[in-house]
């Protein structure tokens, strides 16, 4: 392999981990909150088909960004209803959500546009348009620093740049403010949280909240910045790959990176190499796209660690009557 | 008590008879819907133009669920519609139960073989139409590096695959054709970002020319290679219009063919395997006004002469489903 096939390959692992990643974060807040989020899937795809139909509707990719993150977060207050408000089950309630999303977006992209489900391709004003960062071209001659710079971090769309910068923004929500303290206690221990006086169903709606926006961020990536348009099941189990790096990251915004990065990786070298020739033993493809799962198993078995995931998730909080 | 039986059975002959007397051909579309832009819109234009050509009608029914395929079948059936036409290889198992209890009524079903007397079974010969567009490819390309993507890992895809690369190879032998499968799950069909990320995998290897044979995936090939200017083939339907003079040709798949041939025929449909080739224009390539500057007259005159060797049988392109294998790769 030689170095500009690395550098391509690292390429397409950024595009891969990127609505991964806004995914997973998502899920972070979340779980971390206590409420557990199997309807990541299906708010990317309400937020993938809202972004594109405003954009196609508009012409305008920002307005399209705020009807995709409106949507999604439309989904996240009704798993927040359900499951705060009403204490229902929060697995039920997420199955739920992608179920609606995934029927929902088809029936109405079909009567607006009339096109098997899809929404028209979008033109030029209507996506995200890979950004240059400055001095790229000056830069791209310098031997190895240069087409890394050139290549690999210059030339995504700016939803990439934005995912990369929630990593530490929510590090240092989650554990250097207030709010934080409470959102995670929230997930942990929520009688206490309720001792000290504060609202523990308002900190789990506003954990949902954000949970919505990121989820609508990581949708609007894949249908304008990724593709031209959606189409139908678009986001084909993104969703679930965020969970289970979610796991495999044990709930931590830094290690949340890097296992996206990780499955953005393992999918990008599948792409690429259908079979791959490690002298003499060929590993299948097939492997490759299971691995990520595979290795969240071994995870959650507890062979690399244990994944304790937050006290109080998936238990609706009832106040001692 | 036996009065009412004789009532009840004379208001049932009468329904039948009446059922009967209509006659009228009926259409079942898959769970893509009947205007999904592919199969089964094209199922819908073939019935559209039988019946304004004939000034007649038709029933149709859009499926809404799995558990609907063996009652909207029923219905039908028991309506006395004849000859009863369904898209899609999900009707198989459905079908080949229903079919022996209306011994009466003609069934076509398209893309699947089903074993009864009376059942029409459509296949396509896709890898003849793959075929004539990979000696596209080929004469299009400037690289000598074509590639190929596929949706779902199954041996109907690799039959497409297996057909474009020995067009290709026609034209060139020393072409490359590099072949990507999406995945081997069904969401492989509606995966655009892989899709994307395959070809720009592929154009970094040096492709020119993308066969695209993935469904929803199919788009987001389509949009990669329009991107990074670099010309796709489209596929079923004829995708030019989506990119227009970035889509080289599609291959098309001619399922309004087949159901207005059905539908001409009638309660005589001649059942059976029928086999859609380009012998009879069942496959072929796309030429409109979209692709008319990509595709110049030699490459025209080349295929067409190709294709005319596929229907009289000078040329035979080996089918992958036949022995699961591919003589070029």
Redesign the interface.
Known sequence: MDFLTLLQVLDSTVRLATPLLLACLAGLFSERAGIFDIGLEGKMLASAFFAAATAALTGSVWLGLLAGIASSMVLSAIHGLASITFRGNQLISGVAINFLAAGMTVLIAQDWFAQGGRTPSLMSGGRFEDITLPLAGTLAPVPIIGPIYAELISGHSILVYVAFLCVPATWWVLFRTRFGLRLRAVGEAPEAVDTAGVSVIGLRFAAVGICGLLCGLAGAYLATGLQAGFVKDMTAGRGYIALAALIFAKWRPWYALWACLLFGLLQAVALRYQNIDLGGIVIPVQFMDALPYILTVVILAGFVGKAIPPRAGGEPYVKER | MTLMQKFLGAAATLALSAGAALAEPALIFDL??K????FN?AAFNGAQRWSQENGTSFREIELQSEAQREQALRRFAENGNNPIVMTGFAFGNVLGEVAPDYPDTKFAIIDMVVDAPNVRSVVFNEHEGSYLVGMLAAMASETGTVGFIGGMDIPLIRKFACGYAQGVKAVNPDATVI???T??TP??W?????G???T??QI?QGADVVYAAAG?TG??VL?TAA?EDILSIGVDSNQNY??PGQVLTSMLKRVDNAVYDAMAAGPDLETGINVMGVGNGGVGYALDEHNAQLVTNDMQNAVDQAAEQIASGDLTVHDYMSDNSCPVN
């Open positions: 893509g819907g205007f999904d832009k592919s819109e072949q990507n499968m995945g081997t969401a492989a509606n995966d655009p970002v892989k994307s990320e395959l720009k995998a970094s929803g788009v987001g949009q991107d989506m990119h």
